[in-house]
């Protein structure tokens, strides 16, 4: 149940934020520090328009908060994990703020609900 768990948080979440990467087309913040490009040009394709939101970051939620929920006396760990990633995607500029926020959430929410029907049996 444990591999099924993860293993469906990340990819369900994984399949959302690429939709809704090409549905909000964010321009990077290296555009907006190179061409002072900032913003969302909706529909577009392409990786530097594809920053909200963070991949990484709804990855890394998705798959730490599912093994948080799971393993509960390790669950800080997880969390501490998930945020230094979500973290780290800021300060390298590669996404803003609310892009990383959204992914944590996004992340967060797949795995409690998934956790929910997998393990507790809620419909």
């Known amino acids: 149940k444990i591999s099924i768990l993860v293993f469906s948080s990340v990819a369900i979440s994984g399949i959302v934020v690429n ?3 090409i549905i909000f087309g964010r321009a ?6 190179q061409e ?16 909200f939101p963070s991949g990484h970051t709804t990855t890394a939620f998705s798959g730490f908060v599912a093994l948080a929920l799971v393993f509960r006396k390790y669950s800080y760990i997880f969390l501490l994990l998930a945020f230094m990633i ?5 300060i390298l500029t590669m996404h803003y703020v609310s892009d990383v926020l959204i992914g944590s959430l996004l992340g967060s929410w797949t795995s409690y609900i998934l956790y929910q029907k997998i393990f507790k049996g809620n419909k």
């Open 86 to 90: 979500a973290f780290s995607r800021v």
């Open 19 to 21: 939709v809704l990467k």
């Open 28 to 33: 990077r913040p290296e555009l907006l520090f």
């Open 36 to 51: 002072d490009i900032f913003g969302f040009t909706w529909f577009h394709f392409g990786h530097l328009y594809a920053s």
